[in-house]
């Protein structure tokens, strides 16, 4: 089905691929495959050193300048358009893997999104339904171009798909079922306003036909008439809500409960939301309560988020690497009562502080270390707060310096937390490139 779509998409067409990085190269290898166009190339700000031939390269830093010369474009996620490339500047279309994949496939997909949980909820839920013996694959955002997965799907498969706002933003198909776990400020650097965010966010239901599923938290829930779907309301503690959590262990979901595993091993009340989350979309797809108790209980966390990663100099290391956040810190501030020192900033990406503020002038962890060009900011905005807030915040350079005063004034035997609720990309590659180090930094 993957091929034929395409294959109809590209037909006698001039076709640009805009990126060529993991998804970029899982396209062509596609596209290739299919052939039927009119002209191929390949457009980048980086060099490619291992160009396919017999494609049109446009590289450097106007490579987006091609774009009005072709037909059909794919876009890679994270590309930010220039204003005069925009899809209602342009005659030919802009277009995506995710929309391709969605286009083929919508009536088999699971699509999740929500600024944060969204890996941690498709992975677990693509655990539990190989657990309960579900034919399923497991794709999107999460790091597993969906353009790979289809010599696996079969009519009877289950696609859970993680998808991420960067591909939401051009997309005008929506999955059968989809899934809108939260909404905080984030990637206010590519997309401007808040609004403009939320906006792209709500294309996972936007186009959602009757017949559908949306399962939606507050404050995403669609206005009435904006969702064609049956909208299940999402909402923690609340035993009126559609789907929910219950005392922090009993999840709900269509008038059952399911008590949580005593060990399992998510961390924090936040992946325990996530659990009533999985239990109602399983439910709904045949798996067994027993399985989906077995499932919950035998997954492990995926790395950097919110994970302890060893006892080192007598102190306790978590690295929650993937808070990007206000809220996500706070979540993990609050699942680990025994923390003595957080490490927070990173990128400043304009996201307000105010509730992460509020938020640390009211807790009692000891030492407060800011980092980095958010941290900066933060340290400044503390000054319209008490004092005793202040008396607990230090300011360091980078992660290195803060990690090596994290040493020199964590309690032994008390957890050293690194939830940043910034970006990393001022200075990684990416937040599994700071998880990793640090790692490094703290056993060494």
Not at 11 to 36: P, S, T
């Given at each position: 089905?993957?091929?034929?779509?395409?294959?109809?998409?590209?037909?006698?067409?001039?076709?640009?691929?805009?990126?060529?990085?993991?998804?970029?190269?899982?396209?062509?290898?596609?596209?290739?495959?299919?052939?039927?166009?009119?002209?191929?190339?390949?457009?980048?700000?980086?060099?490619?050193?291992?160009?396919?031939?017999?494609?049109?390269?446009?590289?450097?830093?106007?490579?987006?300048?091609?774009?009005?010369?072709?037909?059909?474009?794919?876009?890679?996620?994270?590309?930010?358009?220039?204003?005069?490339?925009?899809?209602?500047?342009?005659?030919?279309?802009?277009?995506?893997?995710?929309?391709?994949?969605?286009?083929?496939y919508r009536g088999q997909c699971v699509g999740i999104t929500g600024t944060k949980g969204k890996s941690t909820t498709s992975s677990l839920l693509y655990h539990v339904l190989q657990t309960?013996?579900?034919?399923?694959?497991?794709?999107?955002?999460?790091?597993?171009?969906?353009?790979?997965?289809?010599?696996?799907?079969?009519?009877?498969?289950?696609?859970?798909?993680?998808?991420?706002?960067?591909?939401?933003?051009?997309?005008?198909v929506s999955p059968k079922t989809a899934v809108f776990l939260n909404l905080y400020e984030e990637h206010l650097d590519h997309y401007g306003t808040f609004e403009y965010y939320a906006y792209?966010?709500?294309?996972?239901?936007?186009?959602?036909?009757?017949?559908?599923?949306?399962?939606?938290?507050?404050?995403?829930?669609?206005?009435?008439?904006?969702?064609?779907?049956?909208?299940?309301?999402?909402?923690?503690?609340?035993?009126?809500?559609?789907?929910?959590?219950?005392?922090?262990?009993?999840?709900?979901?269509?008038?059952?409960?399911?008590?949580?595993?005593?060990?399992?091993?998510?961390?924090?009340?936040?992946?325990?939301?996530?659990?009533?989350?999985?239990?109602?979309?399983?439910?709904?797809?045949?798996?067994?309560?027993?399985?989906?108790?077995?499932?919950?209980?035998?997954?492990?966390?995926?790395?950097?988020?919110?994970?302890?990663?060893?006892?080192?100099?007598?102190?306790?290391?978590?690295?929650?690497?993937?808070?990007?956040?206000?809220?996500?810190?706070?979540?993990?501030?609050?699942?680990?009562?025994?923390?003595?020192?957080?490490?927070?900033?990173?990128?400043?990406?304009?996201?307000?502080?105010?509730?992460?503020?509020?938020?640390?002038?009211?807790?009692?962890?000891?030492?407060?270390?800011?980092?980095?060009?958010?941290?900066?900011?933060?340290?400044?905005?503390?000054?319209?707060?008490?004092?005793?807030?202040?008396?607990?915040?230090?300011?360091?350079?980078?992660?290195?310096?803060?990690?090596?005063?994290?040493?020199?004034?964590?309690?032994?035997?008390?957890?050293?937390?690194?939830?940043?609720?910034?970006?990393?990309?001022?200075?990684?590659?990416?937040?599994?490139?700071?998880?990793?180090?640090?790692?490094?930094?703290?056993?060494?």
């Amino acid at each position: 089905m993957l091929l034929k779509c395409l294959r109809e998409m590209i037909a006698g067409q001039r076709v640009l691929l805009l990126g060529f990085g993991r998804e970029g190269r899982a396209v062509y290898r596609r596209i290739a495959e299919v052939g039927g166009y009119a002209a191929l190339g390949i457009a980048d700000a980086k060099e490619i050193a291992d160009a396919p031939a017999g494609v049109q390269l446009h590289i450097g830093e106007d490579y987006q300048a091609a774009m009005p010369d072709y037909d059909v474009i794919f876009k890679s996620p994270g590309i930010v358009l220039l204003p005069e490339y925009r899809p209602e500047h342009l005659k030919g279309r802009v277009t995506s893997l995710t929309e391709l994949f969605l286009t083929a496939y919508r009536g088999q997909c699971v699509g999740i999104t929500g600024t944060k949980g969204k890996s941690t909820t498709s992975s677990l839920l693509y655990h539990v339904l190989q657990t309960a013996g579900i034919p399923s694959v497991l794709g999107g955002n999460i790091g597993i171009p969906t353009a790979n997965l289809y010599e696996q799907i079969t009519p009877e498969t289950v696609i859970v798909m993680e998808i991420g706002v960067h591909q939401l933003e051009y997309n005008h198909v929506s999955p059968k079922t989809a899934v809108f776990l939260n909404l905080y400020e984030e990637h206010l650097d590519h997309y401007g306003t808040f609004e403009y965010y939320a906006y792209c966010k709500e294309n996972i239901y936007r186009n959602q036909q009757a017949g559908d599923l949306l399962i939606c938290g507050e404050p995403s829930l669609p206005a009435d008439g904006d969702c064609k779907a049956d909208v299940l309301r999402l909402k923690m503690d609340d035993p009126q809500a559609d789907v929910t959590l219950l005392h922090g262990d009993t999840v709900c979901a269509g008038g059952e409960q399911l008590r949580l595993p005593d060990d399992m091993a998510l961390t924090g009340v936040h992946n325990r939301y996530n659990c009533a989350v999985v239990f109602a979309l399983a439910r709904r797809l045949g798996a067994a309560p027993e399985d989906i108790f077995r499932g919950i209980q035998t997954f492990q966390p995926l790395p950097h988020r919110l994970s302890p990663v060893g006892t080192f100099h007598g102190i306790r290391w978590y690295d929650d690497s993937i808070s990007t956040a206000c809220e996500t810190c706070i979540q993990a501030l609050s699942s680990l009562p025994e923390t003595d020192t957080v490490l927070i900033g990173g990128m400043d990406r304009g996201i307000s502080y105010q509730p992460l503020l509020a938020y640390l002038a009211e807790s009692s962890v000891p030492h407060i270390i800011l980092m980095s060009d958010s941290g900066k900011r933060i340290l400044k905005e503390a000054e319209a707060y008490p004092e005793s807030l202040r008396a607990r915040m230090d300011y360091a350079e980078d992660l290195p310096a803060a990690v090596a005063l994290a040493k020199q004034i964590t309690e032994k035997g008390k957890i050293c937390l690194m939830s940043p609720a910034a970006a990393s990309y001022n200075v990684y590659q990416n937040f599994e490139k700071r998880g990793e180090h640090f790692l490094e930094l703290a056993m060494a």
